[in-house]
């Protein structure tokens, strides 16, 4: 099979990618909502994430009690989200065999970047923890960055901005569908790793192009598929 070029940039999601963290914030989110008699179930968690978190809470009180929350509110709710986590979950594993994967599209002549929701204040503290002189906080695209979270494309858009390339000069790698439907969004190729416990085939629905459960699958899929340059 014909390789695909190397890409200029490869443009990481965080968490659920880079850092195994959905598990620690469904049970956050769990535990927030069933305190305000709101129902969730694990898959709808999974497959919400990526949300600005203000607007899925919205979002739930709007559908499951009819109520409108104010901003205030949402943020309220939101930070007794980001409080349980302080308490009870401090510091998220890292994805297990994804700094050998980062590394290897960095031998490969390639940048790196992060593209998250997330706006959490200690962000770069973690990635350096755990991918030291990876990141360049420059690059990043994070939730202050944007207007409109993903799904919408804006953030990998800003991401695309930020290194100055165009979308076919990038690759994406997103493990929930609104991370992937961005990434296809902003015309980029998707990566979907399957980290969470959706189907893969709702990663693919959501526009992912390659779909594996594993870093370690990554590293494979890069191998076999990038043309590195010749030394
Ligand atoms: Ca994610």
């Not at 809470?57 to 989200?81: C, M, N, P, V």
């Not at 009870?88 to 994805?95: A, E, F």
């Not at 994406?172 to 609104?178: D, M, T, Y």
């Not at 189907?199 to 459960?213: P, T």
Request: aromatic letters at 8%; one cysteine or more.
């Amino acid at each position: 099979m014909e390789k695909r070029k190397a890409p200029k940039a490869v443009l990481f999601d965080m968490d659920g990618v880079l850092i195994h963290s959905m598990p620690m914030h469904v049970q956050a989110w769990n535990k927030i909502y069933t305190k305000y008699d709101i129902e969730t179930t694990e898959e709808y968690l999974y497959s919400e994430e990526g949300r600005v978190a203000t607007k899925a809470i919205a979002k739930l009180f709007k559908e499951q009690k009819g109520i409108i929350l104010s901003d205030e509110e949402t943020r309220k709710i939101y930070h007794e989200k980001v409080e349980e986590i302080k308490k009870n979950h401090p510091l998220p594993p890292i994805m297990d065999g994804m700094l050998e994967f980062v590394q290897l599209v960095k031998e490969s002549g390639c940048a790196v970047s992060v593209v998250t929701g997330s706006g959490h204040p200690t962000l770069m503290n973690i990635l350096n923890r755990y991918y030291p002189d990876c990141f360049d906080e420059r690059l990043m695209v994070s939730a202050k960055d944007v207007q409109h979270g993903k799904p919408h494309p804006e953030p990998y858009l800003m991401g695309l901005e930020k290194h100055g390339i165009k979308a076919e000069e990038a690759i994406v790698v997103e493990n929930a569908p609104l991370g992937t439907t961005a990434g296809k969004a902003a015309g980029i190729f998707v990566l979907g790793l399957n980290s969470g416990k959706l189907s893969d085939k709702m990663l693919y629905n959501n526009g992912a192009d390659i779909v594996v459960k594993t870093a370690a699958e990554l590293s494979k899929w890069w191998k076999e598929n990038i043309e590195t340059k010749k030394v």
